[in-house]
C-alpha cells in the first residue's frame, strides 16, 4: 500500500488536472477538458475557455476517460463504482 497519496479533490481547477495528469500529453488534456465542459455545461469552445474550474460530474468523467492519477486516492462517494487505476 503507497504512503502519503494525496486525495482526489471534488471539484478541481484546470490547472489542478493538468498537474493530475502531467506524464500525460497536455494537448490531449486539454481537449478533453474542453469537450467535456462543452457537452455537460452545453456551452462553447470559447465560454468553456474562460471557466477555470470543473464541476464534479466533468471531472468524474476525466477520471473515466484517463484513470486514477498516480499518487491519488478516490475518497469515498466519489464514485458509484470503482474505477480503474493507472
Known amino acids: 500500500m503507497e504512503m502519503n497519496k494525496k486525495v482526489?479533490?471534488?471539484s478541481p481547477t484546470k490547472a489542478q488536472v493538468y498537474r493530475m495528469f502531467s506524464k500525460l500529453n497536455s494537448q490531449t488534456i486539454k481537449e478533453e477538458i474542453h469537450e467535456v465542459m462543452m457537452k455537460h455545461r452545453e456551452k462553447t469552445k470559447e465560454?468553456?475557455?474562460r471557466k477555470k474550474?470543473?464541476?464534479h460530474p466533468e471531472f468524474q468523467k476525466l477520471i473515466e476517460l484517463f484513470g486514477i492519477p498516480q499518487?491519488?486516492?478516490v475518497?469515498?462517494?466519489f464514485f458509484k463504482e470503482p474505477v480503474q487505476k493507472l
Open 53 to 55: 474550474i470543473l464541476f
Open 8 to 10: 482526489l479533490p471534488w
Open 71 to 73: 499518487g491519488y486516492e
Open 47 to 49: 465560454e468553456i475557455k
Open 75 to 77: 475518497p469515498e462517494g
